[in-house]
Nanobody, 114 residues
Framework: QVQQVESGGGLVQAGGSLRLSCAAS????????MGWYRQAPGNQRELVAA???????NYADSVKGRFTISRDNAKNTVYLQMNSLKPEDTAVYYC????????WGQGTQVTVSS
């Protein structure tokens, strides 16, 4: 049973921005670290960014300084603000607990054109 829903993806030119949202059930959101992951065609799924229950964050080296993860505990929602997007950021983006133990949702497609 999928307990989180991702949204906010789309097509953007290189250098542009997108903001992804992930709405999760209260039972899994309130006490857990959450993460954003991505999977590009032919690649393994990788962790992009994670945020603890108290707001501590960490990022993959490839997105440091460009992406920002945040969470709104009142709305059970985690966000990923993506700036200065590059074609290599093209992937399906997913959210999950960190580490990921939930059933994966459908994700949201991000396509960055050059």
């Amino acid at each position: 049973q999928v307990q989180q829903v991702e949204s906010g993806g789309g097509l953007v030119q290189a250098g542009g921005s997108l903001r992804l949202s992930c709405a999760a059930s209260e039972s899994i959101f309130r006490i857990n670290a959450m993460g954003w992951y991505r999977q590009a065609p032919g690649n393994q799924r990788e962790l992009v960014a994670a945020i603890s229950r108290l707001g501590n964050t960490n990022y993959a080296d490839s997105v440091k300084g460009r992406f920002t993860i945040s969470r709104d505990n009142a709305k059970n929602t985690v966000y990923l603000q993506m700036n200065s997007l590059k074609p290599e950021d093209t992937a399906v983006y997913y959210c999950n607990r960190a580490p990921p133990v939930l059933t994966w949702g459908q994700g949201t497609q991000v396509t960055v054109s050059s």
